[in-house]
C-alpha cells in the first residue's frame, strides 16, 4: 500500500451494482476494483446515477462517485485508467457582478426562458418588468383541469400559456445535450426553489407537474423579492420604436412600459405575437421542425420490454429513445418528449384546433407510458415561403384533428395495428383528458408523415420487441415539437434589425426544451447585463 499521506479527491465512473444490491456497497465496489482496502477510501458521494438496461436480463445501476483516499496507487493510477480522476478543484460557480448602471429591461415570458433571465437580471441589479398574458399557477391549473373535465378553452390560461410556460404540465425533464457551467446552477436554483435534489445526480434529471407547479411559486416569491415586477394577463401586442431602436413595449393595447431592452421569451405557441412582429417588420424566417402523434403503452410492457422486470421496486419506470432514417425521404423519424408512467395531455391554446403533448408526476407511477412519434417537417414542406407559413402548417392539421375528434376537443384516436393496416378496429386505452375519439389517423396527418411512421415502426419493434402491439393507442396530432419559425438575431442575441429587441428560449428558435431555454434566457440576460 502505497501512502503519500496527502488525501485528495477522485472521481470514479461506471461503478455497477445489480437492481437489487444496496448502494452502502459501493465504496467495497470502489476497493475491489482500485485494490484497495475499503477502509482508505472517505467522504463516497454519488455525483451521478443512471441505468444500464442493455442487457435485459441484467439491469445495472450505474454510478459516478467521488471520494477521498491518501493512497498513492490511486493516483498513480489515473494515468491510465479512462474511468478515474483527480478532482483538483472544482470549477468556481459564476458570479453576477453588480451593476453600477442598472437598466430598465421588460422580459415578456414567465416560461423558463424569461423565469431564468428575469432572475439573473433581478441578481445583478437591474430594474425588471416580467409580464406575461396567462394567470399565476394556481389559477392556471383550475383552468387547465377545467378543461381537461369538458369546460371551455381559455385563449391565455392553458397548457401553452400561463406562469411557468409550456412545461409546467410536463414531465420536467431536464435533460440537454448541452455542456455548459451555467446548467449547474440552472438545476442548483430549481433545487433551492424546492426541486428534488436528485435532479443534481440523475442521469436523466426530471422534475414532474406537480413538484414543478410548487417550484414556480417559490421562484416567483425570489423574483418579488429582488424587486421584479411581475405583472400577469399583460400580453405583448406591440413594439414602439425611435429611429428603428426599440423603446417601449406595448402591453393589451393599451399600456406603455418604456425600456432599454426587451427580452421577447414567448414560447412556440404565441402565434398573435409572431403575427405582430411579422407586421412590425421584424426578421423571422421558418425553420424546420417534426410532427406526428403520441404512442401509449401500458407502463408495465415498456418495463418489460427494457428491463426484463413489469415492476421492480429498485428501478424507476421505464424510458425510451427511437430513431430512424428514412434514406428515402431523407426525413428524421423520432421518438420525443417520452413520459413513463404518465399521461396524454390535450394541450390547444387556439379555438377548434387540437394538439397533445405529454407530462408525468415526479414518482411516474402511471399506468401508461407515452411518447410522440414525430417526422421531420422541412418549409418546403409548407404551402409557401413566408415566415410564418410553417405556423399555417400547424395550424391545417390541428384543425384537421379537432373535426376528425368531433369538434369538442377530444383528440382523434386509433389502434396502432388498425393504424398499420394490420387489424381493424381494436381497443382504444388513453390517459387523455377529457377522453380520445376513434378516427383515422392518416386524415389528420401529411401523407409523408403517415408513410414516415408506417416505414419506422417495424424499426422501432425491431429494436424494441414488443412495441407494436394490439396494447397501444395512437392520439393525434403532435404538432408543437419546436418553434416552426426563428427571430433571426446577431451574435450578441439581439434581432438583426430592430436593436433593442432580444429574442429568446423557445419561441425565438434558438432553444428546445426546459433546460437549453432557461440557459438562453440567462445567457441572453448577461449580454444585455454585458457579462457574457
Ligand atoms: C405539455 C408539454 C410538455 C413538455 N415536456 C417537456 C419536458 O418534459 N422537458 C423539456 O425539456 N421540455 C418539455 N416541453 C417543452 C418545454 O416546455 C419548452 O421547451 C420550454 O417551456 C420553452 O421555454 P420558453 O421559456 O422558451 O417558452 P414557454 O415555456 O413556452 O413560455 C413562454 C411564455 O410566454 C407567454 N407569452 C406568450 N406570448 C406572450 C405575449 N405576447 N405577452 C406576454 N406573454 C406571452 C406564454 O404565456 C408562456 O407562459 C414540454 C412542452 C409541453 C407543451
Redesign the pocket.
Given at each position: 500500500m502505497l501512502v503519500n499521506k496527502e488525501i485528495r479527491c477522485f472521481r470514479l465512473r461506471e461503478v455497477a451494482l445489480n437492481v437489487d444490491e444496496e448502494e452502502t456497497l459501493l465504496a467495497s465496489r470502489v476497493a475491489e476494483y482500485l485494490q484497495i482496502a475499503v477502509e482508505q477510501i472517505q467522504g463516497l458521494h454519488v455525483v451521478r446515477q443512471g441505468i444500464d438496461a442493455r442487457r435485459k436480463g441484467r439491469v445495472l445501476r450505474v454510478y459516478t462517485v467521488e471520494f477521498l483516499t491518501d493512497d498513492a496507487s490511486v493516483l498513480l493510477r489515473c494515468e491510465n485508467d479512462p474511468r478515474l480522476i483527480c478532482v483538483v478543484d472544482a470549477p468556481a460557480a459564476i458570479e453576477i457582478q453588480r451593476t453600477t448602471q442598472p437598466k430598465t429591461v421588460v422580459v415578456?415570458?414567465?416560461?423558463?426562458?424569461?423565469l431564468f433571465a428575469a432572475l439573473t437580471l433581478a441578481q445583478a441589479g437591474h430594474q425588471v418588468c416580467l409580464?406575461?398574458?396567462?394567470k399565476p399557477v394556481e389559477q392556471r391549473v383550475v383552468d387547465v383541469e377545467s378543461f381537461w373535465n369538458g369546460g371551455a378553452l381559455q385563449h391565455n390560461s392553458n397548457?401553452?400559456?400561463?406562469?411557468?410556460?409550456?412545461?409546467t404540465?410536463?414531465?420536467?425533464?431536464?435533460t440537454t445535450r448541452i455542456k455548459h457551467p451555467l446548467t449547474r446552477r440552472i438545476l442548483q436554483t430549481l433545487v433551492d426553489f424546492g426541486a428534488p435534489e436528485q435532479i443534481l445526480v440523475q442521469a436523466k434529471p426530471?422534475i414532474g407537474t406537480d413538484r414543478l407547479r410548487q417550484v414556480l411559486i417559490r421562484f416567483r416569491r425570489e423574483l418579488q423579492q429582488l424587486g421584479v415586477e411581475l405583472r400577469y394577463e399583460?400580453?405583448?401586442t406591440g413594439l414602439d420604436r425611435q429611429n428603428g431602436v426599440l423603446t417601449t413595449a406595448r402591453i393589451n393595447d393599451r399600456d406603455e412600459l418604456p425600456c432599454a431592452a426587451l427580452v421577447l421569451?414567448?414560447?412556440?405557441?404565441?402565434r398573435d405575437?409572431y403575427a405582430m412582429l411579422d407586421e412590425q417588420g421584424v426578421r423571422l424566417e421558418a425553420k424546420p421542425f417534426a410532427i406526428g402523434v403520441r404512442i401509449e403503452h401500458p407502463a408495465a410492457l415498456i418495463n418489460r420490454i427494457q428491463f426484463g422486470h413489469s415492476n421492480h421496486p429498485r428501478l424507476p419506470t421505464a424510458d425510451y429513445a427511437l430513431t430512424f432514417n428514412d434514406r428515402q425521404s431523407g426525413r428524421g423519424i423520432y421518438s420525443f418528449?417520452m413520459c413513463p408512467g404518465g399521461q396524454v395531455?390535450q394541450?390547444s391554446s387556439e379555438s377548434e384546433m387540437v394538439v397533445v403533448?405529454?407530462?408525468s408526476d415526479y414518482c411516474r407511477a402511471g399506468s401508461l407510458s407515452n411518447s410522440a412519434l414525430v417526422v421531420s417537417v422541412r418549409p418546403e414542406d409548407f404551402a409557401d415561403d413566408t415566415p410564418l407559413a410553417g405556423v399555417r402548417f400547424q395550424q391545417h392539421w390541428e384543425r384537421q384533428a379537432f373535426l376528425a375528434g368531433g369538434g369538442d376537443y377530444r383528440p382523434p384516436a386509433q389502434n396502432l395495428m388498425a393504424f398499420l393496416g394490420r387489424k381493424k378496429g381494436g381497443q382504444l386505452v388513453s390517459s387523455c383528458r377529457p377522453g380520445v375519439r376513434s378516427a383515422e389517423l392518416t386524415q389528420t396527418l401529411p401523407d409523408f408523415v403517415s408513410d414516415g411512421l408506417k416505414q419506422a415502426l417495424p424499426h422501432f419493434e425491431r429494436k424494441m420487441r414488443g412495441f407494436i402491439t394490439t396494447e397501444a393507442t395512437l392520439i393525434g396530432v403532435e404538432t408543437?415539437t419546436s418553434a416552426p419559425l426563428r427571430i433571426v438575431r446577431d451574435g450578441h442575441g439581439q434581432s438583426v434589425n430592430c436593436p433593442g429587441l432580444y429574442p429568446a428560449?423557445?419561441?425565438a428558435g434558438y432553444?428546445?426544451?426546459?433546460?437549453s431555454?432557461a440557459l438562453d434566457?440567462m445567457q441572453i440576460a448577461l449580454t444585455i447585463h454585458g457579462q457574457e
Open positions: 415578456v415570458g414567465m416560461g423558463p426562458a424569461g409580464v406575461e398574458r396567462g397548457v401553452q400559456f400561463g406562469e411557468g410556460g409550456a412545461g404540465f410536463s414531465d420536467g425533464k431536464l426530471h399583460s400580453c405583448l421569451a414567448v414560447g412556440h405557441s404565441a405575437t418528449c395531455v394541450s403533448n405529454g407530462m408543437r428560449g423557445e419561441g432553444a428546445g426544451g426546459i433546460m431555454a434566457g
